[in-house]
Nanobody, 123 residues
Framework: QVQLVESGGRLVQAGGSLRLSCAAS????????MGWFRQAPGKEREFVGG???????VYADSVKGRFTISRDYGKNTAYLQMNNLKPEDTAVYYC?????????????????WGQGTQVTASS
């Protein structure tokens, strides 16, 4: 059974930076796509970005130029580097794994999910 564990979320001032990690266990996810989603209070879960099995990242327009997704195949871990954080980035951030290997914005395509980590950007 695959387990995903996010870490790195915390309170940060607007304009600051954070790096989230998503550590996978139970299976090597080299052939999986890794996605990042977020959910703010009262809002639906939204796609932040993802990285395919080949290492090519894709991003939502709202974070393009500020967020960077990467992965370390040897550590079975994905990362979300967030710069110039804004109050509207405040949410619980989730990572997910998709066995198809193609990063997609469709949450229903992902097979495994982490428990989430809270990111709060204060103004």
């Amino acid at each position: 059974q695959v387990q995903l564990v996010e870490s790195g979320g915390r309170l940060v001032q607007a304009g600051g930076s954070l790096r989230l990690s998503c550590a996978a266990s139970g299976r090597t996810l080299t052939s999986y796509a890794m996605g990042w989603f977020r959910q703010a209070p009262g809002k639906e879960r939204e796609f932040v970005g993802g990285i395919g099995s080949g290492g090519i990242p894709v991003y939502a327009d709202s974070v393009k130029g500020r967020f960077t997704i990467s992965r370390d195949y040897g550590k079975n871990t994905a990362y979300l580097q967030m710069n110039n954080l804004k109050p509207e980035d405040t949410a619980v951030y989730y990572c997910a794994a998709d066995r198809s290997g193609q990063a997609t914005a469709k949450a229903q395509e992902y097979d495994y999910w982490g428990q989430g980590t809270q990111v709060t950007a204060s103004s």
